[in-house]
């Protein structure tokens, strides 16, 4: 069971990297405009 | 409702609504009408940054506004609304404020709570999962490893994350009242507490995955509930910026400048085009002209002012420019007084106790209760039985306070707490669709109560705008309508819409509060008031508006006017009827006018004449009689019978002091959406109340099972995750039964 050791933590961490990336795009403002981003896709920037 | 059309009243003009924002750039947020696609926001953005000057452009489709930045100087304000016009969307400049911001905080700090307990939730089952599939073969060692790592995520997870039930808990506490965050909020400390406990002691049973996911679930009905409420306030915020008043205001060297309503200072001079709106309580310094006053009395007929005459806010100045000068500041005009009418009738609604609220009020006392009688059973049990014979050994404290603790859990409100909100979401969300706003949940219930409406007439059973009765002369309609087209008076352009497209007379002139007078071929013409056209005709008994129309030497003609229903008004009140609804029509117009709207709607209680105060006397009493008034109305008088009726709605044309005396506010033309705000409100209380009895069955079984100690920490999560999804499915009912009348 001493691969628990390294299991455990690699675990906990990918999960609060995880939760990292989702504070980062809630304070980017990825949330703000929900309706224009899906459709923003569609823009092509010369 | 005002005589003139909202696109004929003038726009606020766009320069009184630009800011200087943090990098130096003058920034104007503006709400864009009918842009809905890629296509859409790459126009509107390439097309203003193409520009010279513009920095920025930002469209936000979800709220439809846009934001533009420019170098101080480049652009003219109106330039970019020009060329919105130009593109096809119509632009109203609007100034966001700093509501928008802090609502916006709230739904940001909700999310990360959520997050949070999400993934606190996640990673314990990762850990929860092998104890319970393990069993029997896990070794005590490992399963207090998990146990622990369990507690490093679920302490710090869940204390942040229940934030939001502790301070409402608190602020229930504070004022002695029980709400449903407060056995929430015991749970979680307890759960926790006990866990912990259990954990140092390499006990076998720890519900850190419990009480995350428990806060997961209640966070996302939080959020839900939340984002809701949000979008139906923005969108009330939304109508009522597209009414801001701005004014021109005329300094001591004549420059005219634009601002906001809210920089007037007393003293200001303003500059009153036609079709503008009064943004103060003034005088007229200057000129004369006729004045809708329709929102501030329910009087369908225009005021005639001249100069020395008070003119208050609301008003809309109809025919002539005119020059006034402020005699009080926005919050000191007239609203003032009746904001703290609206005050005083918020207050005889506060007695109002919510569903939940009131089950909360049963709930926790008997859970409490039987948590404690748990623990005391489990403790003293085996004590008694011994005494009366039995040969049973003592349990100890510990599994008394364990099976006492599950039974917090396992009754922990997470279905109740969602009973209501899912619900509530469910059906505001539908009648948000149907352009119905409804500000609370709290107002959704109320409504379902409603047994009486009182209708106000002008601008909410009307559409506040006069129509010519038939059977006119024909000829004498053109010729009139010559005259009329040259005003922008009500009654004239009632008369031009019925005559249809036609010649303009040259040279006509109009004077305030009389009518027109024009020569046409030859022949002098005068459209106006009996006594400006026709002076020695008798007055008419109907008491309809009138217009009277000479042509040189030739009998008059009268021209008789109504105010014309809502299309669907007719059949609204036969709605309401056929839902033992008793509808009551009470108006501050003339008797006469009111009873001929009485009639063609189908109402047969009606009053007219009816000041401020009458109404709300009127709802007082029917109050009194203990009947649930809803009162729909628009107008500044009718603002405080709104704040006191049991329930309120008004028109999204209605004004900003009506509004917000409102629960709901209605969109569009259509009256209709009432009786479906109505049923769904109705819907929304059965549905509630099954959700209520599920839980009450739920915990029924529960309850017992973990006072017996038969809980295990599988149990609970698979009890509490089922009763929350079946209360969920049971709420999204609404979403689809009971849409047979329309379509």
Redesign the interface.
């Given at each position: 069971m001493d691969i628990m050791i390294f299991l455990i933590p690699a675990a906990v961490f990918m999960g609060a990297v995880g939760l990292a990336g989702f504070f980062w795009s809630l304070r980017a403002g990825q949330y703000e405009d929900l309706e224009g981003a899906k459709h923003r896709i569609l823009i092509d920037d010369e | 409702m005002a005589f003139v059309e909202p696109i004929e009243v003038a726009r606020p003009d766009p320069d009184a609504f630009v800011r200087r924002d943090a990098t130096g750039n003058d920034v104007l947020e503006l709400l864009v009408k009918g842009a809905k696609?890629?296509a859409c926001?790459?126009k509107i953005e390439s097309n203003l940054l193409a520009m010279s000057g513009v920095a920025d452009a930002r469209?936000?489709?979800?709220?439809a506004r846009l934001s533009v930045a420019w170098k101080p100087g480049a652009v003219q304000p109106h330039a970019i609304t020009d060329a919105l016009q130009r593109l096809g969307y119509a632009a109203t400049a609007f100034d966001p404020g700093d509501v928008k911001r802090q609502a916006?905080d709230e739904g940001?700090k909700l999310?990360?709570y959520l997050?949070?307990a999400g993934?606190a939730a996640?990673?314990i089952m990762?850990?929860s999962v092998p104890i319970w599939s393990g069993q029997g073969e896990m070794g005590e060692g490992?399963r207090t490893?998990l146990h622990w790592?369990s507690a490093l995520?679920a302490i710090p997870a869940s204390l942040y994350a229940a934030q939001p039930f502790f301070q409402s808990a608190w602020r229930a506490l504070r004022i002695r009242r029980a709400n449903m965050d407060v056995p929430i909020s015991l749970a979680v400390l307890l759960t926790i507490s006990v866990s912990v406990a259990e954990t140092i002691q390499q006990g076998e049973h720890a519900y850190f995955d419990g009480i995350t996911m428990l806060l997961f679930f209640l966070l996302i009905g939080r959020y839900l509930d939340h984002r809701l409420r949000e979008q139906a306030r923005t969108a009330a915020r939304d109508l009522l910026a597209l009414q801001v008043v701005t004014a021109s205001r005329v300094d001591k060297n004549g420059n005219v400048s634009a601002v906001l309503a809210r920089d007037i200072e007393v003293g200001d001079r303003l500059q009153l085009s036609a079709g503008a709106g009064v943004p103060v309580d003034g005088v007229i310094v200057d000129g004369a002209s006729e004045f809708d006053c329709s929102m501030l009395t329910g009087e369908t007929l225009p005021q005639t002012v001249k100069p020395g005459d008070r003119i208050f806010a609301g008003a809309i100045n109809l025919t002539q420019p005119v020059l006034m000068r402020a005699t009080a500041r926005t919050q000191d005009s007239t609203l003032a007084e009746l904001s703290r009418l609206i005050e005083a009738g918020e207050q005889s609604r506060a007695t109002f106790v919510r569903l939940a609220d009131r089950a909360a009020a049963l709930y926790v006392p008997v859970v409490h209760t039987l948590a404690a009688l748990t623990f005391l059973g489990w403790l003293l049990g085996p004590m008694l039985l011994r005494l009366a014979g039995f040969d049973i050994a003592d349990v100890g404290a510990r599994i008394a306070l364990m099976n006492a603790v599950a039974v917090l859990i396992i009754t922990c409100p997470c279905a109740l707490g969602l009973a209501v909100p899912a619900v509530q979401v469910v059906a505001t969300g539908r009648l948000f669709k149907r352009g119905v706003l409804v500000k609370s949940g709290n107002a959704l219930e109320r409504l379902a109560q409603v047994d009486t409406v009182v209708l106000d007439k002008t601008g909410t059973l009307t559409l506040g705008r006069p129509r010519l009765v038939g059977g006119v002369d024909a000829s004498a309609l053109q010729s009139a309508a010559t005259l009329a087209r040259t005003s922008r008076h009500p009654l004239s352009r009632a008369l031009a819409e019925a005559a249809g497209s036609g010649p303009v007379a040259s040279g006509a002139i109009e004077r305030p509060g009389e009518g027109i007078e024009a020569v046409v071929d030859g022949v002098a013409c005068r459209l106006g008031r009996r006594a400006f056209a026709a002076p020695l005709e008798t007055d008419a008994p109907d008491g309809e508006a009138e217009l009277w129309y000479a042509h040189g030497d030739a009998a008059p003609v009268r021209f008789a006017f109504v105010d014309s229903l809502r299309a669907d008004a007719a059949q609204t009140i036969q709605a309401l009827g056929a839902r033992g609804i008793t509808v009551e029509l009470i108006s501050g117009d003339r008797p006469a006018a009111v009873a001929v709207a009485a009639r063609a709607a189908g109402i047969g209680d009606w009053s007219g004449g009816a000041a401020p105060g009458d109404k709300v006397d009127r709802i007082t009493a029917l109050r009194a009689q203990g009947r649930y008034p809803l009162m729909v109305g628009d107008g500044l008088n009718d603002a405080a019978a709104l704040a006191c009726a049991h329930a309120s709605a008004s028109p999204g044309t209605a004004l900003e002091a009506s509004q917000s005396a409102s629960d709901i506010v209605i969109q569009g033309a259509a009256l209709m959406p009432l009786v479906e705000a109505i049923d769904v409100a109705r819907a929304a209380k059965a549905r509630a109340r099954e959700n209520l009895q599920f839980s009450a069955l739920y915990n029924l079984i529960a309850a017992p099972l973990a006072a017996a100690g038969f809980l295990t920490p599988l149990i609970a999560a698979l009890a509490m995750s089922g009763s929350s999804m079946v209360v969920t499915l049971n709420a999204l009912r609404l979403q689809i039964e009971g849409r047979s009348w329309t379509s």
């Open positions: - | 696609c890629a926001i790459k469209l936000n489709l979800s709220t916006d940001r999310l990360r997050a949070v993934f996640m990673n990762m850990f490992t490893l790592v995520i």
